[in-house]
């Protein structure tokens, strides 16, 4: 049974691996892969079904859904890319000065825990309200409600290998902290990072398309899989293809990073590889 | 409480542009117009002043009037909540019924059939965005079920059945993906507190396997449980006002929307504050909760 659940679980990964590679790629080879320009309308072609013209057929406006998904992965990729990257830079530095100096760890763990303790979609909405929408500040906004994320799982993880002998003794022959930091602290907590930032990243997916289709985020008529929906909501019994395709990227996208996110925290983690396998 | 009503008014106000300028977007009107109609809002007032007034009022129960529209914000937030409250209140129900139950299902079967079979379903559960899940929903209910009411909302105290079957579809996109998240908590629980020594001692002294699920094993395994039911209704809250655009339901996220869109401050302010202050009672009773389940953690 084991073995079947090794075996498994690694075609599982793989698969993830090839889908989330495809839609990388799809993404950034889009003005060369895509049969039409993102903004070219079909007058005569609105609300078109799949059809060998427009694979995945066209929405009211008579653009490509196959191109505009395509495209729409280049915005949708780099805002929960960008977003995921904010709260790396800062939560990423914020744990580890948590970890290692025991004044800071107190303060700035209950002003992290008061923000986390907040849902983080309605969080960036406020954030969002509070900076006006637009793709930036949607940026910007699931990036701080990120933070929290990264500096707590650091924070936890570094914390045990600060007291680790290795450091110790690389601190009686005289390393500056920032070089214990970057060198002994890094590496050992790296494995933990993957794992955060391939499940932050699905989410952050999520968080942009749903502030993009509250027309919080990407403005229309930029294609983000988020808007995308939002336009296709209005005429989904006329053209179910406009809010299907859109949402099939987002959902595969987000499901291969959760099972990339799972495979790595399981090899990761001795305790749970031989109990729940 | 006051400090977040504080941040909650100062943050409000930093929103660029103001709500005069918007409205005269359309008709260009002069700026003495726009003067004029900033003065009878109380908006050329300076911050403190404005938030001395927004306090007092709430405090007397009095949440202003909407920038926009002239009507009460706090009848106006009224009329939503409900709705909201329903949404969040059922797809909670479902979602962790749901997730308990295939939780605890997935635990007893590791390993054969049902577990693969629910675990993936899981997976899928929590990485299906809960908008699409929704679009998809009334799509095939417009196929398959045409006979049923699935928009146009009907407050509950009118029609009852009507409103649970315009309910009925958000509920469950919503519940899914809290179920999910249920789901998954439970079974590693479970599974945890399955491989302690009680429990051995428990079956080894002859007690029935249904009463060791009972008293030993879920009592001790719900509390994680609970501790991801409680982090996710705030998750629920941020999807709900993503679903009632999906359905059109005249709830707070709707409010809040176009609230933000159209810098309808007090609006937004009393939105927020509200929002907030359920969801520290939410954690003031999760804490309670602990206290009821695990007679070991005290209430500091």
Avoid: C
């Avoid at chain 1, 609300?47 to 013209?53: C, M, Q, Y």
């Avoid at chain 1, 009211?60 to 709260?87: C, E, K, N, P, W």
């Avoid at chain 2, 943050?11 to 300028?21: E, Q, Y």
Wanted: net charge positive.
């Amino acid at each position: 049974m084991r073995q079947l659940g090794f075996l498994r679980s690694n075609a599982m990964l793989t698969l993830a691996l090839i889908v989330i590679g495809a839609i990388v790629v799809g993404a950034i080879l889009a003005p060369w892969i895509a049969p039409y320009s993102a903004d070219q309308m079909f007058a005569r072609a609105r609300l078109v079904a799949p059809s060998a013209e427009h694979i995945w057929g066209t929405d009211h406006l008579g653009r490509d859904l196959f191109t505009r998904v395509l495209y729409g992965g280049q915005i949708s990729l780099m805002v929960a890319g960008i977003s995921v990257g904010i709260s790396f830079v800062f939560g990423v530095p914020l744990g580890v000065l948590a970890a290692y100096y025991k004044p800071i760890d107190n303060l700035l763990m209950r002003i992290l825990d008061v923000v986390f303790s907040f849902p983080s979609v309605l969080l960036a909405i406020f954030i969002v309200a509070v900076l006006g929408p637009g793709m930036i500040n949607a940026m910007i906004a699931i990036g701080i409600t990120y933070i929290p994320r990264f500096a707590r799982v650091v924070r936890s993880q570094a914390v045990v290998v600060v007291e680790m002998d290795y450091i110790r003794s690389a601190r009686s022959i005289g390393v500056s902290p920032l070089g214990i930091m970057v060198r002994h602290i890094g590496p050992n907590i790296a494995g933990v990072l993957i794992v955060q930032l391939s499940l932050n990243f699905a989410t952050a997916i999520i968080a942009e398309s749903s502030l993009s289709f509250l027309g919080l985020g990407v403005q229309p008529p930029w294609p983000s899989w988020g808007a995308m929906l939002d336009q296709g909501r209005l005429y989904v019994e006329l053209a179910p293809w406009a809010s299907i395709f859109p949402g099939l990227a987002i959902f595969l996208t987000v499901l291969a990073l959760n099972i990339i996110g799972d495979a790595v925290r399981d090899r990761l983690d001795p305790r749970l590889r031989g109990a729940l396998r | 409480m006051l400090v977040v009503s504080l941040i909650v008014f100062s943050a409000v106000r930093l929103i660029p542009g103001d709500a005069v300028d918007i409205m005269f977007q359309a008709e260009a009107g002069s700026s003495e117009q726009r003067d004029v109609l900033r003065q009878r809002l109380g908006l050329d007032r300076p911050w403190y002043v404005q938030y001395g007034s927004w306090l007092g009022g709430i405090l007397t129960g009095n949440f202003g009037a909407s920038l926009r529209t002239g009507m009460d914000v706090g009848g106006e937030i009224f009329r939503a909540f409900p709705v909201t409250l329903e949404l969040v209140m059922l797809g909670t129900i479902i979602g962790s019924a749901l997730g308990i139950v295939l939780g605890i299902v997935a635990a007893t079967n590791r390993g054969r059939w049902l577990d693969w079979l629910i675990q993936p379903v899981g997976l899928v559960g929590l990485s299906i965005p809960n908008f699409w899940l929704g679009s998809l929903m009334l799509l095939a209910a417009g196929l398959y079920f045409p006979q049923l009411h699935v928009v146009g909302f009907v407050p509950f105290s009118e029609d009852p059945l009507r409103n649970l079957s315009v309910m009925i579809l958000p509920s469950l996109a919503l519940g899914l993906t809290l179920g999910s998240a249920v789901m998954r908590m439970t079974r590693t629980s479970v599974l945890e507190v399955m491989s302690q020594d009680f429990v051995r001692t428990a079956r080894a002294k002859g007690m029935l396997e249904p009463s060791v699920l009972w008293r030993h094993i879920l009592r001790n395994s719900l509390i994680p449980v609970i501790t991801v039911i409680t982090i996710q209704i705030g998750v629920l809250i941020g999807g709900s006002i993503v679903l009632e655009r999906v359905f059109a339901l005249p709830g707070l996220g709707r409010l809040l929307v176009t609230a933000i869109g159209e810098r309808d401050y007090p609006m937004v302010q009393g939105i927020t504050l509200l929002i907030t202050f359920i969801f520290v009672m939410i954690n003031l009773l999760t804490d309670i909760l602990y206290r009821v389940l695990d007679p070991r953690v005290k209430l500091g």
